[in-house]
């Protein structure tokens, strides 16, 4: 399998339930980003790590809660939700980190559809 | 604060016509550009990118042209093909920053 993968594609949820959104990356790359993007609306960058480290939280709801075990796995942990959070939740990755070296093309997995009932 | 804006949520094309997609900003610290094309059901792909030291970028048939007195930069496509058809996000970039800031993002229809 080649790219960047996400499961569930699609997960409905109650707002009492815990789920988690897994992402990985088979390209080798040393950054992972988690991003929302809700209807009619820009994409949202909500987490940022790099080599495993996170490097950014744009001031994210802690009923978000990332995971990357390593540098080609990461995970979102939700727990909580609200209605306002149903969105597209994509994963991308990049060899570097945006920003830093010009050319650090993000790429981007399928997206899990979440409905947050 | 929205600092990377499409203001056209949508362009319906004649198939062999060119197709201008617009995005303006509002940082004048932004310094890297980049255009993403998204199908149904797919996250968005790379098309193609800027650096603000220059005005034009070509990549066969996508030309992304950037002015940065007006903070403005737009993706010309000719010609269209239906397979173009897709939503089209512009994003931008701070020097030295993970942030990547993109627009809301416009749908191009190409008619056959």
């Known amino acids: 399998e080649t790219g960047v993968t996400q499961t569930p594609r699609h997960l409905v949820m109650g707002m009492t339930n815990k789920k988690s959104l897994k992402c990985e990356q088979h390209l080798g790359h040393n950054a992972m980003y988690w991003y929302k993007q809700s209807a009619k609306k820009p994409l949202e960058l909500m987490f940022v790590?790099?080599?495993?480290?996170?490097?950014e939280n744009n001031s994210v709801p802690s009923r978000f809660s990332p995971e990357c075990p390593n540098s080609s796995h990461l995970f979102l942990h939700l727990h909580t939700l609200q209605p306002e959070d149903s969105a597209l939740y994509l994963c991308?990755?990049?060899?570097?980190?945006?920003?830093?070296?010009?050319?650090?093309?993000?790429?981007f997995g399928p997206g899990t559809r979440l409905t947050v009932l | 604060d929205q600092q990377v804006k499409q203001n056209s949520p949508s362009l319906s094309v004649q198939e062999g016509r060119i197709s201008i997609l617009n995005c303006d900003y509002t940082n004048s610290m932004f310094d890297y550009f980049l255009w993403y094309k998204k199908y149904p059901a797919e996250g968005p792909t790379f098309l193609i990118s800027i650096s603000s030291i220059k005005d034009k970028n070509e990549d066969g048939r996508f030309t992304v042209f950037l002015n940065k007195s007006a903070k403005h930069l737009s993706l010309h496509i000719v010609p269209s093909q239906p397979g173009d058809s897709a939503v089209y996000f512009c994003a931008a970039v701070l020097y030295n920053n993970n942030d990547m800031r993109f627009g809301a993002g416009t749908r191009l229809t190409v008619k056959p």
């Open positions: 790590y790099s080599l495993e480290e996170r490097v």
């Open positions: 991308a990755s990049s060899q570097g980190l945006a920003g830093g070296t010009r050319g650090d093309t993000q790429y």
